[in-house]
């Protein structure tokens, strides 16, 4: 199946987020027709800092090696590992030759900044024709107050999917859902909508995250707690592993 097809408003793509060849692997055994890799779990994995554009290598050796599990792939490049458009636009070509089927492209920079409107609306640019899904991704909410959200899915319109990560609030996702004819995606967050009320708003892709990777460090933790009769703390939460990191 095409990847943009899978993008159903009203009926969302459930993403789950892989970290390393295992994961991908084992959520490719279970049935997901499309899987994610979350930059988070790429870091971390390699002693990275996320976000900060310190993973490009990784992050495609990491697609190259999944892209053969018989399942679509997108990658999260995070603001594609350069401010320059031809630079991105020559690391989605080569992510396209390597079967992957779609990116994942933020305009949140290391500072906290976003990126200049213009300049992401050239990056967006430079990254398609290539045959990849590309879905724009706006922090407003992740790194601010979601001031501006709508204008920068307004300018981020010749994407192929616009991406809004720590919105949580139904109405607002009903009203962004609405005014945008691209199909919206949303980060799935414990204590927040579930999926069912998400594609009653909506949505088309609600993707995971790092959620994946920090339930399984809880996992493991709570394991080795275990063999000392200990109980496990609760999953660590994106700033408290974002934090051990370099």
Known sequence: MNFHDLHRPGDPLLLPNAWDYGSAAHLAAHGFPAIGTTSLGVAAVHGRPDGAGATRAETIELAEAISGLGVLVTVDIEGGFSDDPAEVGELVAGLAALGVAG??????RPDGTLRPIGLQQRIIEAAKGHGVFVNARTDTYWLGSGEGTRERLDAYGHADGVFVPGLNDLDEIAKLAASTPLPLNVLYQQGGPGLARLAE???????????????????ALGTALGVRGEQAPGIPTYNEIAARLP
């Open 103 to 108: 990116v994942n492209l933020e305009d949140g």
């Open 201 to 219: 708003a909506g949505v088309a892709r609600v993707s995971t995250g790092s959620l994946l990777y920090r339930a399984a460090l809880a996992a």
